[in-house]
């Protein structure tokens, strides 16, 4: 039996204001249902609803995850975790959001791995 393999989209952070956008995250390895944990921690000002991306390449043009749409949250200290098929996604992914102030943020991607 395999078991969910993690990766960090966003290693745990203090995020200053301004824009933040993580880097590419390639998940063609996975397939079927995948879960994205955000675990935010203080805010300070605005913390506009964040975005997951999508691209076939890294530095490509990057469109929404439509399922992802406004599903994570912006409430303080909480984990908000959100699931969708891997194949509704091209092979990168970016997590996006706009800080006010400032925000404790991190954010983990988990899922199986295709069989090989």
């Keep these: 039996m395999s078991q969910a393999v993690p990766i960090n989209v966003v290693?745990?952070?203090?995020?200053?204001?301004?824009?933040?956008?993580?880097?590419?995250i390639d998940i063609s390895a996975y397939e079927g249902i995948v879960t994205l944990e955000q675990n935010?921690?203080?805010l300070s000002g605005a913390f506009t609803v964040p975005k997951v991306t999508t691209c076939e390449t890294s530095g490509g043009t990057?469109?929404?995850?439509?399922?992802?749409?406004?599903?994570?949250?912006?409430?303080?200290?909480?984990?908000?975790?959100?699931?969708?098929?891997?194949?509704?996604?091209?092979?990168f992914i970016?997590?996006?959001?706009?800080?006010?102030t400032s925000a404790l943020i991190s954010v983990t991607l988990s899922g199986f791995k295709k069989y090989r």
């Design 11 to 24: 290693t745990p952070v203090s995020q200053g204001a301004g824009a933040f956008l993580s880097s590419a």
């Design 40 to 42: 935010l921690g203080a």
């Design 62 to 91: 990057y469109t929404d995850v439509t399922v992802v749409a406004g599903a994570l949250g912006t409430t303080q200290n909480a984990l908000t975790a959100i699931t969708f098929d891997a194949s509704q996604a091209k092979k």
């Design 94 to 100: 970016k997590y996006g959001a706009t800080v006010g």
